[in-house]
């Protein structure tokens, strides 16, 4: 097996986009395709390979390209983790608008903005991106409808809110388990991420309202105040995985619970820092019927071009994770 990719970093967060060598996989839509990935051996040894030690590592994450649903989009793209396939990604989205004006898949401008239309599991978003002189500046992506799901519930042994940005998250203070949103309070906060999962899936309020292949509590968010409009969270994702970035799809999630507690106008932005001190700013830009329209901009970074390998020699296959 090889494969070809790019790396980029959101913020501190890895994107593996996955461009040559790829399998087929089949489906009319992205979402099909994710379903169809999720069930394939062949699909599922190569997110392994790219995923796993020794070419990543637990905390790795990445995208395969894939055509979009119609017409209407640059691409479609599925993203990976350790434990599997997310709905959404904020990080990922920021890092493939950076990437197709880079590469030239989408014909940008030296200097002003182009809008990258991409197609993900959870529906279409867009990744409005600025250059200057030929250089990204800076990226902000249009998710698709966030709402709120619950306010106060029972997780364990904190009450945490529950928001849709993409994916469903619980968020609770830090400060409800007596930490702070710091590196040397990490493996106490995925503890503590881990439990409020444990306490919420499988329950109602995991339940997406209108497709349940959107169901799940995907991550808990742990933050704390810093200022006024201005938080810093970090994300537990998937089985214990740490977002560096102050994750997108959370970000779009926490915009609609800031609104809908009156913290935060339609039009105003507000600040939001990762637990590496790297910060997104999202702002509300509208009201639907099915949500909240957000929008979040951060920077990406190229890190590498890679070419992976798979000897067949290899006792170690794909791979393996140590946490």
């Not at 500046?137 to 619950?150: D, G, I, K, M, T």
């Amino acid at each position: 097996m090889e494969i070809a990719a790019t790396d980029y970093h959101t913020a501190g967060e890895p994107f593996r986009i996955v461009q040559d060598g790829m399998v087929e996989i089949p489906g009319a839509t992205v979402r099909e395709r994710r379903e169809y990935a999720a069930r394939s051996e062949e699909v599922e040894r190569v997110r392994r390979m790219l995923c796993y030690e020794p070419r990543g590592h637990a905390d790795m994450y990445g995208g395969f390209l894939v055509p979009p649903d119609d017409e209407g989009a640059d691409f479609g793209v599925l993203f990976w983790h350790k434990d599997g396939y997310s709905t959404a990604c904020g990080h990922g989205t920021i890092a493939l608008g950076g990437w197709a004006a880079e590469s030239g898949r989408v014909a940008a401008p030296e200097d002003g903005e182009v809008d990258v239309t991409i197609d993900v599991p959870s529906g279409r978003v867009v990744a409005r991106v600025r250059r200057r002189a030929g250089a990204v500046e800076s990226v902000a992506f249009r998710n698709v409808p966030a709402f709120v799901v619950a306010r106060g519930v029972v997780a364990g042994r904190v009450e945490v809110d529950v928001a849709y940005g993409g994916a469903i998250y619980a968020f609770a203070p830090a400060q409800g388990f007596g930490l702070r949103v710091v590196p040397e309070d990490l493996p106490a906060l995925i503890a503590a991420g881990r439990e409020v999962k444990r306490a919420l899936d499988g329950s109602e309020l995991s339940r997406h309202p209108d497709d349940d292949r959107l169901s799940g509590i995907y991550g808990t968010v742990l933050y704390e105040e810093v200022g006024s409009l201005h938080q810093r969270n970090v994300a537990i994702f998937a089985d214990g995985e740490v977002d560096r970035s102050p994750t997108g799809s959370a970000t779009s999630a926490r915009t609609a619970l800031l609104v809908a507690d009156g913290a935060l106008a339609v039009g105003r932005t507000w600040r939001n820092d990762s637990i590496v001190d790297t910060t997104f700013h999202a702002r509300a830009i509208g009201q639907t019927p099915d949500g909240l329209l957000t929008e979040v901009e951060g920077t990406a970074f190229r890190t590498g071009e890679h070419r992976f390998f798979l000897d067949p020699r290899d006792a170690l296959g794909t791979g393996f994770v140590l946490r």
